[in-house]
């Protein structure tokens, strides 16, 4: 348990982000291994790992790699979700930027179990370092025959290519973000059960695969070190597998990526950060600002791991873990938060257009010092209304910061209501 | 239904239509070229993307105004509503950044500019926005100016940023969409526009 750098172990070392110090780091080692075994086996490995998807929904990789089809009738993808735009989330970034060999080849190993011919990481278009850095990566790849024609004289043929996104944090929904890449508005598409999985119809009606950034930067390590291996580590949890990177923001001392081992109490993740600062600790989100608040009390119990997370009421979500000091107004904070989705709801659908803007309006209203204590009621009402009931994640997202606060501080937004103001302990 | 049967006035360098060329061949269709070809009329149109701009994208790929319009107007980075200025300074005022200073930045860049959030300065050097996440919390409050993030902010920071670029050569604004057309090409690509350009000079 504790500090465990597997993904960011070079992540400091400049040379890493070359093809040459790559590989005398290990790079590549997991290319090799898996071009030399099946792509079943490729994808067994996956399964054994028990990795599951980094970006934010923790759903097991392996179901994905296995779900394009065996038999190929037309062109495969893969997509590498870059379009980080989840509040308190930072950790792409810095991977994009100090090891991008680990995302182009955990992208290949992802192809060649896939048969895709074709990848594209979709970059956020506020991220230009990061897309500067995997440009010349893959500008190495593609010299040193890693990526294109005949890869490693496998004949193995992937090309890889970057396409930028331009502003919009509904991109980084899965079928946003390929309605986005095909040249749309970034809306989501109707989704399972309803339609076909991206597995099996994504990027123009052909199977697709479509991962986070952290996931695919796993891969090397799973195929080069073996699936059991990997599973080793964070064995303590329910069904948490490997490292995570959180993200660490807020009224902390050392703002930055922490790689922990799943298992590791919340706690010690706030001291490799070092620690709260300026004031006693308050309050945590621990995964990205669409996850349930933690009070002090909560963060003292809490343990890193996907089920564990959901035991004291909250999520390991995106790991953007913000921790908030006694001096932080709740009712402001959740304003903020609720300003953040209303802005970039997409108005695809009734209940996220009208209710993230209606949340906002409610809590401007409190925020403003006019609320009425009828407001709470209506807020927790207005979550109902959008919680489940959205065409796709993003109303839910929206929904549970606002409901998750009302439950952990109610009494703070109702002493606000009450007096106008906040009530936070003054600096 | 009514199709313009003329063309519009092309101002594509021949750079850009090299770079469009290339883009072309990373997908089954010319429709997936929108986003990329957007990028490189918001160059060309110096940071802008006013009707002609969306025409030219349009015509380019065989697409209708009124879809690529459509496609343009959803995403924030792409300027269809105004000319912006020279360069534009964002400040990220979201969750961390928010609890991290993030208004008192605002409101030291709306003092020494002498406008507020959504405004450009007069002489047209700076437009000032406030945004959403801009996802480097670490360094929080954050600012980006084209491609460049900057953080922690404070005062001393900022007057050295607009100093510095109150002195730069290239609008920030028009070197953010070059940036970015850059990322999306190969080397030999890159190569072929080149040569393209410098086929006007020859």
């Known amino acids: ?427 | 239904m009514s199709q313009s049967s003329e063309t519009p006035t092309l101002r594509f360098s021949p750079k850009a239509v090299a770079e469009l060329e290339s883009l072309k061949t990373h997908y089954p269709n010319l429709k997936a070229c929108i986003l990329p070809a957007l990028w490189i009329a918001q160059r060309e149109y110096g940071g802008y993307l006013p009707p002609e701009a969306i025409a030219e994208v349009a015509f380019r790929l065989k697409r209708t105004p009124a879809e690529v319009q459509g496609v343009a107007t959803f995403y924030s980075m792409y300027n269809t509503e105004h000319k912006p200025g020279r360069h534009m300074i964002e400040v990220c005022t979201c969750l961390t950044c928010n609890v991290c200073g993030a208004s008192g930045i605002v409101s030291l860049l709306e003092r020494k500019l002498g406008i507020k959030l959504g405004e450009t300065t007069p002489d047209g050097m700076f437009t000032l926005h406030g945004v959403e996440c801009l996802n480097a919390c670490d360094r929080a409050p954050v600012v980006q100016v084209g491609d460049e993030y900057h953080g922690p902010m404070d005062e001393a920071k900022i007057d050295a940023l607009l100093e510095r670029l109150r002195n730069e050569s290239q609008s920030k604004v028009v070197q953010l969409a070059d940036e970015i057309v850059q990322v999306h090409l190969k080397e030999d690509e890159r190569e072929k526009a080149r040569q393209a350009a410098e086929s006007v000079r020859g």
């Not at chain 1, 590549?28 to 996956?46: F, N």
């Not at chain 1, 190993?109 to 995997?134: K, L, N, P, W």
């Not at chain 1, 508005?185 to 009606?205: C, E, N, Q, V, Y």
């Open chain 1, 1 to 427: 348990m504790g500090e465990c750098k597997l993904l960011l172990r070079h992540s400091g070392d400049p040379a890493y982000a070359t093809l040459e110090g790559y590989q005398q780091r290990g790079g590549y080692e997991g290319l090799r291994k898996a071009l030399a075994m099946d792509r079943q086996q490729v994808i067994d490995e996956v399964k054994t790992s028990g990795l599951r998807g980094r970006g934010g929904a923790g759903f097991p990789a392996w179901i994905k790699w296995n779900g394009l089809p065996k038999q190929k009738t037309k062109p495969h993808y893969i997509i590498c979700n870059a379009d980080e735009g989840e509040p308190g989330t930072f950790k792409d970034k810095q991977l994009m930027e100090t090891c991008p060999f680990l995302i182009v080849e955990g992208m290949t190993i992802a192809a060649y179990a896939t048969q895709a011919d074709v990848g594209y990481i979709y970059i956020r278009g506020e991220f230009v370092d990061a897309a500067r850095s995997m440009r010349r990566a893959i500008d190495e790849a593609y010299r040193a025959g890693l990526l294109g024609k005949n890869i490693l004289g496998t004949g193995m043929d992937f090309d890889l290519h970057i396409h930028t996104g331009a502003g919009s944090y509904e991109c980084g929904e899965e079928s946003a973000l390929m309605s986005s890449l095909m040249g749309e508005r970034g809306m989501p598409r109707l989704k399972f059960p309803h339609a076909p999985l991206p597995t099996i119809s994504g990027l123009w009606d052909s199977p697709t695969l479509i991962n986070n950034v952290e996931t695919y930067a796993c891969a090397p390590f799973i195929l080069a070190n073996g699936g059991a291996w990997y599973a080793n580590i964070g064995a303590s949890t329910k069904n948490s597998r490997g490292t995570k990177i959180f993200s660490v923001s807020g009224h902390v001392n050392k703002p930055g990526n922490y790689e922990v081992e799943f298992g590791t109490p919340l706690m010690e993740l706030l001291d490799l950060a070092g620690g709260v600062k300026g004031g006693a600790l308050k309050a945590c989100v621990p995964g990205g600002s669409s996850v349930p608040i933690l009070n002090a009390e909560a963060c003292q119990k809490a343990i890193i791991g996907y089920e564990e997370m959901m035991e004291v009421g909250s999520m390991v979500g995106s790991g953007g873990c913000m921790f908030l000091n006694e001096h932080t107004s709740i009712v402001d904070f959740i304003w903020r938060t609720s300003m953040f989705y209303k802005e970039e709801s997409c108005g695809k659908c009734t209940p996220c257009r009208e209710g993230t803007r209606w949340m906002f309006l409610i809590l401007d209203r409190v925020r403003s010092g006019q609320g009425r204590m009828e407001d709470l009621q209506l807020l927790e009402d207005v979550c109902r209304q959008i919680d489940g009931r959205s065409f796709c994640g993003l109303g839910d997202a929206a929904a549970w910061p606002v409901a998750g606060a009302l439950k952990v501080f109610r009494h703070e937004f109702e002493d606000f209501i009450r007096s106008g103001r906040s009530h936070a302990a003054k600096v």
